[in-house]
């Protein structure tokens, strides 16, 4: 886990993310690498609390619902990156996704607006329709009298 201080020399502050939501955690990546993948602990999974972000309910609500697969129980984010061969770099990508899953759940979703089915679509699906059933009707085999 870092500290309020180191955290702060590798990463930029973000007003929405306090330090102390956030957990870090270091193992072995799989993959190739040789003997060195096998001695260092290049993986990376941060551990962020949803409850103690300083964002709106409705913001918290949409993050945990864009990463449905990635939270656990306790409304907790749980983001692994082990893509890149350096831990540092990994720790920068696990950082980026948190900021862009946040930037992503901060903007409004769009109001879909219902719209009917047009005269010609209708028409193309009652086309393709029939089309397939006569295909289906030449497959059969014929009726002798």
Same mark, same amino acid.
């Given at each position: ?17 306090? @330090? ?6 270091? /193992? ?13 602990? /290049?993986?990376? /999974?941060? &551990? ?16 945990? =619902?864009? !990463?449905?697969?990635?939270? /656990?129980? #306790? &409304? ?26 946040? #930037?992503?759940?901060? &903007?409004?979703?769009? !109001?879909?607006?219902? @719209?009917?089915?047009?005269? @010609? ?5 009652? =086309?393709?329709?029939? &089309?397939?059933?006569? @295909? ?8 002798? =009298?």
């Amino acid at each position: 886990m870092l500290t309020n201080k180191l955290s702060s020399l590798y990463f930029p502050s973000h007003p929405a993310i306090p @330090t102390n939501a956030l957990s870090w955690q270091f /193992t072995q990546a799989r993959g190739p690498g040789g003997q060195h993948v096998n001695k260092v602990a /290049t993986a990376v /999974t941060l &551990r962020v609390s949803v409850d103690a972000l300083h964002v709106k309910p409705l913001v918290r609500q949409r993050m945990l =619902d864009l !990463a449905s697969v990635s939270n /656990t129980n #306790e &409304r907790e984010l749980v983001i692994r990156s082990s893509a890149q061969r350096s831990q540092w770099r990994n720790r920068l990508d696990a950082w980026n996704q948190l900021l862009s899953l946040l #930037e992503e759940a901060s &903007r409004q979703p769009k !109001a879909r607006i219902p @719209t009917k089915p047009t005269v @010609t679509s209708k028409r193309k699906r009652l =086309d393709h329709k029939h &089309r397939q059933a006569l @295909t289906k009707a030449n497959r059969r085999r014929p009726v002798l =009298d």
